[in-house]
């Protein structure tokens, strides 16, 4: 699993594993990965807290970061905040995606025929990144932006990832899980192990509304491939208007075939 540094003791274990690792550049980017956890406006001494370094040092970093656009500056209130450069960067990555626009009409459909929401995305660490994402208009479902992150364990693909791993490298995961993410991890618990033990009789992974924001949802694992990480698959609807019963019946079978589909389509038979 590719390690997320969010703080100076990541920081150590890396360099120790690793005599050829970075200090400096990767300094820089948790002060970036700051943003990703955080959405707001932070400033030098929130940022050293958060990550375990001294004020100077994340000064300095802010500092160079802003002139490079990879941050901006808000003088009123003396924070920092993501600049364009940072944005500008990920444009590649979701642009150059292969499959993207070959599965959109698919999840456009699943969104509109389910009145909810469809997505594709890859884990990166113990968080799904969002490269895309349907919803049907007339929904009260949110869409998640592209870029979005979510945890592993509060979202149906990312119990699909999960169940896709393989047995040997699982433990571990959990257990990061339960040591990194220690609220997410109580909530969602029992969800993750249920999906985990019925993945492969299913086909598709499950959230029944305990990661919160009344949301459910099935996720499927797909056998495409995205550099080195797979493309996962996730249809949500409005918790309020399904039941249990009827997402296991209806949405997950359906989502299974749209991946399976699309990976005809890509030549994987």
């Keep these: 699993m590719i390690r997320r540094l969010q703080e100076q003791r990541d920081l150590d274990s890396s360099r120790a594993a690793n005599p050829?690792?970075?200090?400096?550049?990767?300094?820089?980017?948790?002060?970036?990965?700051?943003?990703?956890?955080?959405?707001?406006?932070?400033?030098?001494?929130?940022?050293?807290?958060?990550?375990?370094?001294?004020?100077?040092?994340?000064?300095?970093?802010?500092?160079?970061?802003?002139?490079?656009?990879?941050?901006?500056?808000?003088?009123?209130?003396?924070?920092?905040?993501?600049?364009?450069?940072?944005?500008?960067?990920?444009?590649?990555?979701i642009v150059n995606t292969p499959l993207r626009m070959l599965a959109r009409p698919g999840l456009q459909a699943l969104a509109d025929r389910f009145q909810g929401a469809a997505s594709m995305g890859v884990a990166f660490g113990?968080?799904?990144?969002y490269l895309d994402s349907c919803a049907c208009p007339t929904s009260t479902l949110a869409r998640p932006d592209v870029g979005a992150t979510r945890g592993v364990a509060t979202t149906a693909m990312g119990r699909a990832w999960l169940a896709a791993q393989p047995a040997a490298q699982r433990p571990a995961l959990l257990a990061a899980l339960a040591r990194e993410r220690p609220a997410e991890w109580a909530r969602c618990r029992a969800g993750v192990e249920e999906s985990l033990a019925h993945y492969a009789e299913r086909g598709f992974a499950l959230n029944l509304g305990d990661a919160g924001l009344g949301i459910f949802g099935a996720g499927v694992h797909s056998r495409m491939h995205y550099g080195q990480r797979t493309l996962v698959f996730n249809c949500a609807v409005p918790g309020l208007q399904w039941r249990a019963?009827?997402?296991?019946?209806?949405?997950?079978?359906?989502?299974?075939?749209?991946?399976?589909?699309?990976?005809?389509?890509?030549?994987?038979?």
């Design 245 to 269: 019963s009827r997402i296991r019946a209806e949405v997950g079978p359906a989502l299974v075939e749209l991946v399976h589909r699309i990976e005809q389509q890509a030549g994987m038979h």
């Design 20 to 93: 050829n690792f970075a200090g400096t550049l990767a300094k820089g980017l948790m002060v970036l990965e700051a943003f990703v956890r955080e959405s707001r406006p932070l400033g030098n001494s929130e940022l050293a807290q958060a990550l375990g370094l001294t004020r100077p040092t994340v000064s300095r970093l802010c500092r160079t970061l802003l002139e490079l656009g990879y941050l901006d500056h808000d003088p009123r209130i003396d924070r920092y905040f993501i600049g364009p450069a940072a944005v500008a960067l990920g444009y590649p990555y």
């Design 126 to 129: 113990l968080d799904i990144v």
